[in-house]
């Protein structure tokens, strides 16, 4: 079974700053979809970025990027020029590509971010 | 365009009950999935159902159960209720392709005196 990890339970960054969250998975398939997602207090869950496996560049959304390493099983999250709005949970997750359409979704622990004004 | 929508979005219960929460997902959707979230265990998978058909399933007792209706409207069930299936249980719908985006509503906050 795959499993995600995400090792900051928290982290805070002041705003206009950078801040990277860590995620580390463990899968033995090759074909694969990973995701960050951001809960605001709000509760609803939104997704920030989505990368795929096959693909070797990584994926970039405005001021959030990551950094996927297939073979260190690692993908960050970046946020640059952090705001107010980013603070939030987020939640690393992963998406096996193999599993005949499922689109169920793995996810880890969540890291807590605060912006700091 | 409507987001996902749950209903209840709270209610308590008390042990020994059973509970039914409704989903209505994103007009076009057909694929609905629910997730269960608590501070101890994270978000963990329960079951997803594609054109009325479970198409995967978690490792939840049977006391979990759901459905979907040809509206794609989704419904899930707790019956005989216990303190631990306290949550907030989130979900989400998609187009069902391999985009691989779900779309997740608010949640239905369940507390189990």
């Known amino acids: 079974a795959q499993t995600v990890t995400q090792s900051q339970p928290e982290m805070s960054v002041q705003e206009a700053e950078t801040v990277t969250l860590s995620c580390t998975y463990d899968t033995s398939e090759s074909d694969y979809y990973l995701f960050w997602y951001k809960q605001p207090p709000s509760r609803q869950m939104i997704l920030v970025i989505r990368q795929e496996a096959y693909k070797q560049q990584n994926a970039t959304e405005n001021r959030f990027s990551v950094n996927f390493q297939k073979a260190a099983k690692s993908f960050s999250l970046k946020i640059s020029d952090s705001q107010l709005g980013d603070a939030a949970m987020y939640f690393c997750a992963y998406r096996s590509a193999t599993q005949g359409g499922s689109e169920k979704l793995v996810f880890g622990k969540g890291t807590k971010l605060t912006v700091n004004p | ?113």
Not at chain 2, 3 to 14: N, S
Not at chain 2, 33 to 49: A, V
């Open chain 2, 1 to 113: 365009k409507a987001g996902v929508t749950q209903t209840p979005r709270y209610l308590i219960k008390t042990r020994g009950q059973q509970v039914t929460l409704s989903c209505s997902p994103i007009s076009g959707h057909r694929s609905v999935s629910w997730y269960q979230q608590t501070p101890g265990q994270g978000l963990q998978f329960l079951f997803e159902y594609f054109s009325e058909t479970q198409r995967n399933k978690g490792n939840f007792p049977g006391r979990f159960s759901g459905r979907q209706f040809s509206n794609s409207r989704s419904e899930m069930n707790v019956s005989t209720l216990e303190l631990g299936d306290s949550a907030l249980y989130l979900c989400a719908s998609s187009r069902g392709g391999h985009t691989g985006e779900l779309f997740f509503g608010e949640g239905s906050r369940l507390t189990v005196l």
